[in-house]
């Protein structure tokens, strides 16, 4: 596992599987993560990839967010994508991050809304194996 914000990335070639998320902050995807991909286009179209979003919207809202946040050439050749859904942790932010989140999102308290069953449907996507000798009549 490898955190953008604090790790640069600059040869793929020894990953066959590569799974790259991110949070949404007021519409977008954290900086890095979109430069990562940009970056990396061509090699992680290549790769068995998955993409996911952590977000508070649900439905179509969060499936914009999703198409937003990656390029249209990795979400056509990813093997899975997912809205895992999210959440607001109080304890993890400094003031001014919980009074923007109270103000845009009229939320007082910590709360989540993570989506197990999304979780569970991606990692089982992603651990899919392909055999190109496997048929279904």
């Known amino acids: 596992m ?13 990953f066959d599987r590569i799974i790259v ?5 007021a519409g977008q995807i954290q900086k ?26 649900e439905g179509e809202k969060a499936e914009i967010q999703l198409h937003d946040a990656f390029p249209e050439g990795l979400l056509l050749s990813a ?23 109270k103000k ?3 939320v007082e308290n910590s709360v989540s809304h993570l989506n197990h069953d999304a979780i569970k449907r991606f990692s089982q996507q992603m651990n899919q194996i392909f055999n ?3 048929f279904f009549v």
């Open 32 to 57: 890095k993560v979109k430069e990562f991909c940009n970056d990396h286009l061509e090699t992680l179209k290549n790769k068995e990839l998955g993409l996911f979003i952590c977000c508070m919207e």
């Open 132 to 134: 190109p000798f496997m």
């Open 21 to 25: 998320g991110g949070s949404i902050h």
């Open 2 to 14: 490898i955190n953008l914000k604090k790790e640069a990335v600059n040869d793929l070639s020894s």
């Open 104 to 106: 845009v999102s009229k």
């Open 79 to 101: 093997k899975a994508t997912a809205c895992l859904g999210g959440e607001f942790d109080f304890n993890k932010m400094n003031f001014f991050q919980k009074l923007i989140v």
